[in-house]
C-alpha cells in the first residue's frame, strides 16, 4: 500500500492520492505491485482471485517478467498459465503487467485474469469447427460409399445362400460380408461425430444393455481375456438410445481389449451415485443423482498426456489401421448429449478405467417402462 500512498498529484486536476487509492478499491479487475519481487498493494479483486486472501503464489512472482530481477517490465506484456488453487483444482489465467519508475525505485502494476471459461469457449469453437469440415467431407461421399457396401453384402448374401455351409469358400464369404459390415459401421460413426443425429431417447437400464451385449463382447474380446460383469443390483434408470448405449459399451471394450494383446481382465461395471458431477458443458458443475458406468481394463495403461488428448477426434494410439479415434469422441458427444460426463483415469502399468455417469431418472419423472 506504501507505493500508492507514495502518489503526488502533478497537475491540476489530478486527484488526489485518497481518490486514486479509493478507485484501486473499487476496481473490478485485479491489480497488484510488486517491488523486488514481493507484493506491496493488492486490492479486494486480487485478493478474491486468488481465494481467501492467498496473494501472489512463488508460480505467478516467477510468471511476471522481470519479477524480483530488477530488469524492466515489458508494457502491455501478457502472457496465459494454469495455476493450482487450494482445493486443487485448476484455473487459466492470463497476465499482464507493465513497469514504472517511483522516488528512484522500480515497480510493476500486475493484472491477473480467470479466462478458463474463454479458453473452454475456443476450444469449443475449434472442435466445432473441425467437425464442421469433417461433415461436410463426410456427406460428400458417405451416401454412394453405402451404396457401393450395400451392393457387397447383397451380393455376399447371395452366394452365401448358394455355398457349402462347411465349405473354405463360405467362411471367405463370411469374412468379406463382415468386412462390408465393418466399413458401413465405421462410416455412420464417422458420421455420429460429424453430424448430430436426432435424439432417439428413452428411458433405459443400463445393466439389461450389459446383460444383452455381454455374449456377444465376451466372443469379441477372445479367450485369453477374462470378461466380469459387476452390476448394481438396485441400479436406477437413465434416459438415453438403447442404441447408443451399446455403441458406447462396444467401444470402450473393444479399446481395453486393444489396450491388452497378451491378454488380461475387463472388468463392466455399474453404480448410482450422488453429488457434484461436471456437465456436458465441461464447465458447469452440478449436484445430483447419477448412474455410473465403468470398463476397466488391466493393460499397459496411458501417461498424462496421452489421456489428456484420449477423446480427441481422430486421435489414436494404435497402429494404422487398427483404429480410427473416433471411438472415444463418439462416446463423449453421445453422453455429453444426455447431460452426463465421461473421463478416463489411467497411468504407466496401472491399466485404464473409463467412466460415464448420465442423470438418474426417477420413476414419477417418465411414465414409460424401461424396455428388458
Not at 1 to 9: D, F, K, N, T, Y
Given at each position: ?9 502533478n ?21 497488484a ?16 482471485l ?5 496473494l ?5 512472482v ?6 524480483g ?10 502472457r ?11 484455473m ?7 513497469g514504472?519508475?517511483l522516488?528512484?525505485?522500480k ?37 454412394d460409399?453405402n451404396n457401393?457396401?450395400?451392393g457387397i ?9 448358394e455355398?457349402?455351409k462347411?465349405s ?6 463370411q469374412?468379406m ?11 455412420r460413426?464417422?458420421l455420429?461425430v ?19 451385449f455381454?455374449?456377444?463382447?465376451i466372443?469379441l ?24 448405449v ?12 486393444d ?25 458447469e ?5 447419477w448412474?455410473?458406468?465403468t ?14 488428448r ?5 486421435f ?25 460426463t465421461?473421463?478416463?483415469?489411467s ?8 467412466s ?13 417402462a424401461?424396455?428388458?
Open positions: 500500500m506504501s507505493a500508492i500512498a507514495q502518489l503526488r498529484p497537475t491540476s486536476g489530478t486527484p488526489d492520492p485518497a481518490t486514486l487509492l479509493a478507485a484501486v478499491q473499487a476496481c473490478p479487475e485485479s491489480l505491485i510488486i517491488a523486488s519481487g514481493r507484493i506491496v498493494y493488492a486490492n479486494p479483486a486480487w485478493c478474491g486468488w481465494e481467501s486472501g492467498e501472489l503464489p512463488e508460480t505467478l516467477s510468471a511476471v517478467p522481470g519479477a530481477s530488477g530488469k524492466d517490465c515489458e508494457t502491455g506484456a501478457e496465459r498459465f494454469v495455476q493450482t488453487r487450494r482445493d486443487g483444482t485448476q487459466d489465467l492470463e497476465l499482464a503487467c507493465a514504472f519508475e522516488r528512484g525505485g515497480f510493476q502494476v500486475v493484472h491477473a485474469r480467470d479466462v478458463s471459461r474463454q479458453m473452454q469457449a475456443e476450444k469449443r469453437l475449434r472442435e466445432a469447427q473441425g467437425m464442421e469440415a469433417v461433415g461436410r467431407l463426410v456427406g460428400g461421399v458417405a451416401h460409399f457401393l457396401l450395400t453384402i447383397l451380393y455376399c448374401d447371395l452366394l452365401l445362400g455355398s457349402e462347411d473354405r469358400f463360405h467362411r471367405h464369404l469374412e460380408r463382415l468386412a462390408g459390415e465393418h466399413g458401413a459401421a465405421m462410416v460413426q464417422l455420429a460429424a453430424r448430430p443425429a436426432g435424439n432417439d431417447s428413452q428411458v433405459v437400464v443400463l445393466n439389461d444393455v450389459v446383460r444383452g455381454q455374449d456377444l463382447l466372443r474380446i477372445g479367450e485369453n481375456i477374462v470378461f466380469i460383469a459387476a452390476l448394481a443390483d438396485d441400479l436406477g434408470q437413465v434416459k438415453m438410445d438403447p442404441a447408443q451399446q455403441q458406447i459399451l462396444l467401444n470402450l471394450v473393444l479399446n481395453a481389449r489396450a491388452m494383446p497378451d491378454g488380461g481382465r475387463i472388468t463392466v461395471s455399474t453404480q448410482n451415485q450422488a453429488g457434484p458431477c461436471l456437465t456436458g458443458r465441461e464447465s458443475s452440478q449436484i445430483g443423482q448412474v455410473e458406468l470398463v476397466a481394463d488391466t493393460g499397459g495403461g496411458m501417461d498424462a498426456a496421452t489421456v489428456a484420449a477423446f480427441e477426434p481422430f489414436t494410439t494404435k497402429n494404422p489401421g487398427r483404429g480410427n479415434g473416433l471411438g472415444l469422441a463418439t462416446a463423449r458427444r453421445l453422453v455429453h448429449q444426455e447431460g452426463g465421461i473421463i478416463a483415469e497411468g504407466p502399468g496401472r491399466g485404464t478405467r473409463v460415464l455417469r448420465l442423470p438418474r431418472i426417477q420413476p414419477d419423472q417418465n411414465s414409460k424401461p424396455e428388458r
